[in-house]
Structure formats: C-alpha cells, structure tokens
C-alpha cells in the first residue's frame, strides 16, 4: 500500500505562486510514476503534471513553463512548484501514483485547494 499526502495549497492573487507537496509512505517499489492532477467544480480530473520513472517530467500545455514538478528522494515528496497563477489554475489538487504512465491512478491523496483570485 502507497500512502499519499499533499499539501501547499492556500489562496493566492493572479500572477502569484505556491507550491504544493506530496509525501508518499508506503511500498514504493512497483511505482513508476507520480502526477498531479486538478479538479475544478463541476469538472473532471485532469492531469496537470507528471514524474515519469523519476527522470522524464510531463506538462500538460496549458502550465507549461508555469509548473515544475520534481521528486526530493531525501523527503520522499512529490512537488509542485508553480508561478504566474491564473484563475483557471484553482481547483483542488491531486496527488497520485502508479505502475503505469500516463494511467497513474493506482494511489491517491486526499487533496489540496488552491484558489487564485483575479
């Protein structure tokens, strides 16, 4: 089992930034990718960023060069470094891993809200 906890989000202006960080415990050994994924209300979970074999990152077009994820293997977190917030950024975000990419939906954390005010 694969435990998964984010946390980071806040209330930020347009233009600002945050960073969101996902611990993970647990067996960690079958796991070949870790993403971030969003959900805005009223819509589906969409992928946002992803760690693929802890090398190759992915960015969904619409954060690219705003959003940097990366692994700290010291602290076992996943983070989410993001910059130039816009409000169609806000949603609760998501914190996964799997043994798959880009069906990285095996594991799951509880969430982080982000707001980004305009």
């Known amino acids: 089992q694969v435990q998964l906890v984010e946390s980071g989000g806040g209330v930020v202006q347009a233009g600002g930034s945050l960073k969101l960080s996902c611990v993970a415990s647990?067996?960690?050994?079958?796991?070949?990718?870790m993403a971030w994924h969003r959900q805005a209300p009223g819509t589906v979970r969409v992928l946002v960023a992803g760690l693929i074999g802890g090398v190759t990152t992915y960015y969904a077009d619409p954060v690219k060069g705003r959003f940097t994820t990366s692994r700290d293997n010291a602290k076992n977190t996943l983070d989410l470094q993001m910059i130039s917030l816009k409000p169609e950024d806000a949603g609760v975000y998501y914190c996964s891993a799997g043994t798959s990419w880009p069906t990285v939906r095996g594991y799951w954390g509880q969430g982080t809200q982000v707001s980004v005010s305009s």
């Open positions: 647990g067996d960690m050994s079958g796991i070949k990718a």
